[in-house]
C-alpha cells in the first residue's frame, strides 16, 4: 500500500483526488488537511464519501507528512513551495498540482505569480507531470508539477502537429473555455450562478498565467520557440474545458486523422474521434480522459484542433493519480477507469 497524504483537501481537486483515490485499491490515505475544518469528519464534509473515509482533517504536520511515501499538494499557488524541500530531504515523493513548480524559469515564474519563488534551486529537479510527453522521467521522479487545466487540453491537442513540424510555431491560437470549477472552491462573486449562468464571456484576455506554461511545454516538443495567443473563457458549466485551437499549416499535410490516432495509439487516456466526430465536454465528464478531434475547415491551409477534458480529472486530481502510478510502478490505469457522464 502506498501512504498518501493530502494538503489542502477541502478544495475541488482536493475532494477530487478522495473520490479517485477511495476506488484506488493500492493506496491508502493516512493524513489530508485543512486548516479551517481541521477536526472535522471528511466525510461530514463531503457526504458523497460516506462509508470510504474515516479520517477528519487534520493541520499540516510536516512531521506526518514526511512519513508518508508521497505527498498531494491541492493548494493554491505558494503553499507547496515552502514544504516541498523539506519533505523531499525526508525522502517522500511530491506531486504538486499547483503551479510553484511548473515553469522551469524562476524569474518568469515570479512575472506570472507576483512574488518570488521561496525554492527555486528545486525548479531544474522537478518534472512536468504530462505522462504523454515525459513518462520515463516521471518514473524516476521525486517532485512532480502536475500540469494546468487549459495547459493539459491545449498542449494535448497540439503535440502531434508540433512533433512532427507540421504547423509553424509562431502563430498558434487557442481560445479555451472552462467550467466555473476551474476557478476553485473559494468564494468569489464572479463564480456566484447568477454571474454565471446564462451567459459567456472572455476573461484574462491581455494575458493568462497558464501562457507560459503552454508556450514552455510546447517548446520542449517542438525543439524550439513556439509562440501562442491564449484567450480563456468562463463557460456556464461546473466541470469542463473545451479547447479550440488554431494552426497555420506549413505545407500539404498527411492524412492528419490517421496521424493522430497513430500519435496517440497506445496513449490510455487520449481518445482521438473518428473523423466527423467532434468532442463535447459533458462525454468526458467525471472521466481521465481528453477527447480531440483534427480537421481541415474548407480543405484550406488552417488545421483545427478541438480538444476537451474534465478539468478536474485529466485537468488535475486524475492527471495526478496517473502520475502517482507511473511514480509507483503501478498500472496506470488503476483507480482511473471510470466512464464520461452522459449527460
Ligand atoms: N480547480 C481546477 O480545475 C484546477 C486547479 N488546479 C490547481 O490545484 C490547486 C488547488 O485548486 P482547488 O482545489 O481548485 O483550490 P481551492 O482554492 O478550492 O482549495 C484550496 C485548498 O488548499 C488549502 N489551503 C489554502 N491555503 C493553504 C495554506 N497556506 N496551507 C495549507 N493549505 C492551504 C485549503 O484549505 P485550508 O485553507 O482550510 O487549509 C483548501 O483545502 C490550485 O493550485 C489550482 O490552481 C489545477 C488544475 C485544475
Ligand atoms: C475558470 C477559471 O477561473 N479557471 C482558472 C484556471 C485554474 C487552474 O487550474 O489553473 P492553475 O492550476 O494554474 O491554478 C483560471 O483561469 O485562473
Known amino acids: 500500500m502506498i501512504r498518501v497524504g493530502i494538503v489542502g483537501g477541502t478544495g475541488y481537486t482536493g475532494v477530487e483526488l478522495l473520490r479517485l483515490l477511495a476506488m484506488h485499491e493500492g493506496v491508502e490515505v493516512v493524513t489530508i488537511t485543512s486548516r479551517a475544518e481541521a477536526g472535522r ?89 504530462l505522462p504523454e510527453v515525459n513518462r520515463e522521467q516521471i518514473r524516476q521522479a521525486q517532485l512532480v508539477a502536475c500540469p494546468g487545466c487549459y495547459p493539459t487540453a491545449i498542449q494535448l491537442g497540439w503535440i502531434p502537429l508540433l512533433a512532427r513540424g507540421l504547423v509553424a510555431p509562431e ?90 490516432e497513430d500519435y496517440y495509439r497506445d496513449e490510455p487516456f487520449v481518445d482521438v474521434l473518428p473523423a466527423g466526430v467532434l468532442p463535447q465536454t459533458r462525454t468526458v ?3 481521465n480522459r481528453c477527447q480531440l478531434s483534427v480537421i481541415v475547415p474548407q480543405q484550406r491551409d488552417t488545421v483545427v484542433v478541438l480538444s476537451v477534458i474534465d478539468n478536474l480529472v485529466k485537468g488535475a486530481s486524475g492527471q495526478a493519480v496517473q502520475n502517482m502510478n507511473i511514480m509507483f510502478g503501478l498500472p496506470e490505469t488503476a483507480g482511473l477507469e471510470q466512464i464520461g457522464l452522459l449527460p
Not at 83 to 92: K, R, Y
Not at 219 to 233: K, M, S, Y
Not at 240 to 247: N, R, S, W
Request: hydrophobic share 45%.
Open 285 to 287: 465528464k467525471g472521466a
Open 41 to 129: 469528519r471528511v466525510d461530514e464534509q463531503f457526504p458523497n464519501l460516506r462509508g470510504y473515509y474515516q479520517l477528519a482533517f487534520a493541520e499540516p504536520d510536516p512531521g506526518v507528512l514526511a512519513s508518508c511515501d508521497l505527498v498531494f499538494f491541492a493548494t493554491p499557488h505558494n503553499v507547496a513551495m515552502q514544504l516541498v524541500p523539506e519533505l523531499l530531504a525526508a525522502g517522500t515523493r511530491i506531486v504538486d498540482l499547483s503551479a510553484d513548480y511548473r515553469i522551469r524559469d524562476a524569474a518568469l515564474w515570479s512575472q506570472w505569480y507576483g512574488e518570488p519563488h521561496a525554492s527555486p534551486d528545486l525548479l531544474a529537479h522537478a518534472v512536468y507531470g
Open 171 to 260: 502563430g498558434l491560437i487557442a481560445s479555451a473555455a472552462s467550467g466555473a470549477s476551474g476557478a476553485g472552491r473559494q468564494a468569489k462573486v464572479d463564480n456566484l450562478l447568477s454571474e454565471t449562468a446564462g451567459s459567456f464571456k472572455a476573461y484574462g484576455a491581455a494575458g493568462h498565467r497558464h501562457l507560459p506554461e503552454i508556450e514552455q511545454g510546447l517548446g520542449d516538443v517542438a525543439g524550439g520557440p513556439v509562440a501562442v495567443t491564449f484567450v480563456p473563457h468562463l463557460l456556464p458549466i461546473v466541470r469542463g474545458i473545451h479547447a479550440t485551437l488554431f494552426a497555420r499549416l506549413l505545407a500539404s499535410p498527411p492524412d492528419l486523422q490517421a496521424l493522430f
